[in-house]
Every structure is written in C-alpha cells, then in structure tokens.
C-alpha cells in the first residue's frame, strides 16, 4: 500500500496537472484594464486579443480585431513583434513542466495498479519527486521572466495599463503543488528505501542463521 505521503503528493501532482492545464490553455495571462479602453484586450500563451488594433511597422495597415491563434495565418505579420525569445522560452519552460507533470502523473498511477515491481516503489517516488522539483524550479523561472518582461513597452502597448490575471495566477498554484508534491513524493521514497533496506537486512540475517 502507498505510504500517507504518496498519497499526498499524488493528490498535489493531480491538482498541479490542473492548474497547470487551465493555464496553458486559457488567455489570461495578462490583461488590459476595461475602464482604460486599449486596443489590446488580454493575451495569453497562445491567444492575443485586441480591439482595433494596428502595428506601427505593418505598412499594409492590417487592423486586429477580436482573438487571434498565435500561430494563425492572421497574425503571421506580427508574429516577430507579438513573440520575442524571451515569449517563446515561457512557451517552452511552461509546456515542458506541464508535459513532465502528466508523465509523473501516468507513472503514479501505474504504481497505483502495481504495473512495476514492488521493489521499486522508492525508485518510482524519488524520479517523480525529482520530475516534480524540476518542474517547480522550471515554473517559478517562467514566471519571473514572463512577470519581468510583461513591462516591456516593446512587447504590448501601455503595460503600465495592463495586470497580470487569473491565468498567470493558476500557473503560479502549479508551481506551488509541484513543489509540495515533490516534498511528500520524496519523504515517501526515502520511507519506502528504507523499508526496502530492511526487508534486505532482515532476508540476509534469516539466511546466514
């Protein structure tokens, strides 16, 4: 049976796939105050939003109205502009926990269904604890660069006129969980290695006597 703590630590591990999932999803990272009236809207990883909006390097003028796929034909012209490397690198640091997230999350719940030998367990639990602390660390550095560079008066017009929303604030929880689940998911390998440990002791002494 999964010790107390690997209990824990799966149940913060689900929380972090969720919260993790509605972040990287949804386009609320930043947004613009209603009363300011900008021309943009709200952006998020993947999604920009604004309201009559014209890039002041698109010669041909092209207006943006409404929301937009980062990767749509649409915003082709402005991509360069609207994906600085420092925009792709949060691309990436944040796609890249959510997928290790759900690669502990299905290696947990083989464990759950005993699909790897028991003796194991503690291997399972430290590599988890280890993917979930990488992630945690992943996480906290996308959002101090993301947090940091949000104020760039190159990236989105009036930064002073836009706060960082709901969306930013989920990925924010998922950094937490994951770093709650790999304390509880380490606490539960060192319990299981020293089980292990002493079933091995015990064993050798049954055998020598």
Known sequence: MAPAT????????????????????????????????SQFVKLGLWEFCFNDYTFYKDYNGKRYLGCFYIFSPE??????????????SVQVMISASLL?????SVTLTLNVFRLFPKQMDYA???GTALGMAACA?????????????????????RPDMNLLSWSYGMCVMAGWFSLFAAVCLYLAGKEKKTEFDN??????VTTYT
Do not use: C, N, Q
């Open 75 to 88: 915003m082709r012209p402005i991509w360069e502009w609207v994906s600085p490397p420092w925009f792709i």
């Open 137 to 157: 660390l992943t996480i906290l550095i996308a959002l101090i660069v993301f947090g940091v560079y949000k104020e760039d008066r190159r990236w989105v017009p």
């Open 6 to 37: 690997a209990l824990v630590g799966m149940f913060f591990v689900g929380a972090s796939l969720v919260f993790m999932v509605v972040a990287f999803a949804s386009p609320y990272w930043v947004e613009s105050f209603e009363e300011f009236k």
């Open 199 to 204: 079933s091995k002791f015990s064993s050798h």
């Open 124 to 126: 399972v639990y430290l």
């Open 100 to 104: 290790v997230i759900f690669l502990v």
